[in-house]
């Protein structure tokens, strides 16, 4: 029997990569954006590419993946983030996997992150598999801070080929990303009752930084590797400085 399949990609700002994300996904019988109110020409593209595109206020990404499963009622679901698209190897495996047909509830898939000047083969980026090809209602979405995660309703098995995943534009980008993820981490640890201040922050970023750099071989990549790991020093010091922290300055 023929398993039908859904493309799945949540967008906002999209445009830069959004035509290579669903030109990957064009072996899926229908492709479905749900977008948070662009302001950019990711609609049009989606709408160029195919896509069905429903627009939507940004609840957070549980709520907004748990409003776009519900609009899907194909057998699988393939679903990528808007600066990710498949490589053929993966296309293939994820096609024959589905044929297949197999006892599980979705399949884990390798990712490949572009950062600076290469793709990251180490530094904790690589392999990095997520669960990205699962069967309709076999999957749960949870979040921690601004990262969302899907965990599969019973076993998995992994698929060849990569993902090809191209997170910053610039190094100002991934700044912002880190205020961004910074906050989102300090409200997650501040709920849970964990302690900040300075001397954990900094205990906490020294941590993070000699994982990344030593333990994760990040000097295997270069200055690609350095400036990610001091990145990673920045992020979790500013994660942990902001869980005390008590409103506006000087007021």
């Known amino acids: 029997m023929n398993k039908t399949v859904t493309g799945l990609v949540l967008t906002y700002n999209g445009e ?8 990957s996904l064009d072996f899926c019988d229908r492709l479905l954006v749900v977008d948070s109110q662009s302001t950019d020409k990711t609609t049009a593209i989606a709408e160029e590419c195919g896509a069905e595109v429903v627009v939507r206020p ?5 709520k907004q993946f748990e409003f776009a499963l519900a609009q899907i009622d194909s057998d699988w679901i393939v679903s990528l983030d808007q600066d ?17 047909d ?5 399949y884990y898939t390798p990712r490949s992150s572009f950062y600076f000047n290469r793709f990251m083969k180490h530094s904790g980026w690589y392999p990095d598999y997520l669960l990205r090809v699962f069967r309709n209602g076999r999957m749960n979405v949870t979040a921690s801070g601004a990262h969302y995660h899907f965990e599969p309703i019973g076993k998995t098995h992994r698929l ?3 993902i090809l995943h191209y997170p ?30 300075f001397v954990r ?4 970023a ?15 990549d270069g200055l690609a590797g350095l400036c990610n790991a001091l990145a990673g020093f920045y992020y979790t010091f500013q994660k942990y400085i902001r869980i005390e922290e008590k409103g506006d300055w000087g007021r």
């Open 16 to 23: 830069r990569w959004l035509r290579e994300c669903l030109k």
């Open 58 to 62: 940004w609840p957070g990404p549980v």
């Open 84 to 100: 990710e698209m498949l490589t053929d190897e993966l296309r293939s495996s994820i096609r024959a996997a589905i044929n297949k």
């Open 102 to 106: 197999e006892d599980v509830a979705g």
């Open 160 to 162: 060849s080929g990569d």
């Open 168 to 197: 910053y534009n610039s190094f100002f980008e991934h700044m912002e990303k880190i205020n961004y993820y910074a906050e989102e981490g300090a409200k997650a640890l501040r709920e849970k009752g964990r302690k900040g201040g």
């Open 201 to 204: 922050a900094l205990a906490h």
């Open 206 to 220: 020294k941590i993070r930084f000699f994982k990344l750099y030593l333990l994760k071989l990040g000097f295997l």
